[in-house]
């Protein structure tokens, strides 16, 4: 993984394909970092948790069997 | 007019027409590899459908539009979502939930209502969308807990 250090009010910027992502630090407190994030509007951004649950919900769904369908 | 066949494991061999397609372009949350997914009916007169990927021939996932169950969910479609779907307030369109169900308990079957897909109709295009908002879980159970063991 690629590490940066960054202070309040300096960001990052991810290229892809032309398509560029800005990431802000706003604010820090105490274990808390804001980040504000610019991308085209078609570019989804999500919270990691909620992605993984979706990802693990979706392996188990995946391996089920048809002799346990309600009718 | 072109009829395709796919084998796949757990339906033997299925025939679909192009138009019968639906490409995920960016395949099913975990499963990146598979875009392209056919549905197919359960059992006559049951709210199930199966999405089978028609790249992996194991891949399946069992389906149910999640009104069947709960009328009242309708989540508002982030922007991005509707984007990449090429969806507006007229496209015809298709939303179901991902069903889970332990092995052998299916009084504990859940519905992933955190990533519903939805389906634009005219265009063949499907996604798997992700809503943050926290009322919306992920293992939604359908049956309460003690309820009677619904029929299999």
Known sequence: MLVLTRKVDQSIVIVQDGVVIEVHVLDVRGEQVRLGVKAPKSTPVHREEIFRQIQASNQAASAINPDDIPE | ?152
């Open chain 2, 1 to 152: 007019m072109t009829l395709n066949r796919f084998t796949t494991s757990r339906f033997g061999e299925i025939s679909f027409e192009d138009a019968d397609v639906v490409t995920f372009s960016e395949g099913v949350l975990g499963f990146p590899d598979s875009r392209r997914y056919v549905l197919i009916q359960h059992r006559e007169g049951s709210p199930f459908r199966w999405m089978q990927s028609v790249d992996e021939s194991g891949l399946a996932f069992l389906v149910v539009d999640p009104a069947h169950y709960l009328p009242d969910f309708s989540p508002e479609m982030p922007v991005a979502d509707a984007e990449q779907l090429r969806i507006d307030e007229g496209t015809a369109r298709l939303v179901y939930t991902i069903v889970t169900i332990p092995p052998g308990r299916a009084e504990e079957m859940t519905l992933n209502l955190a990533g519903p897909l939805v389906i634009n109709c005219d265009e063949g295009l499907g996604r798997q969308i992700v809503l943050e908002d926290p009322g919306y879980s992920v293992r939604h159970r359908v049956f309460a807990e003690g309820a009677a063991k619904p029929a299999a």
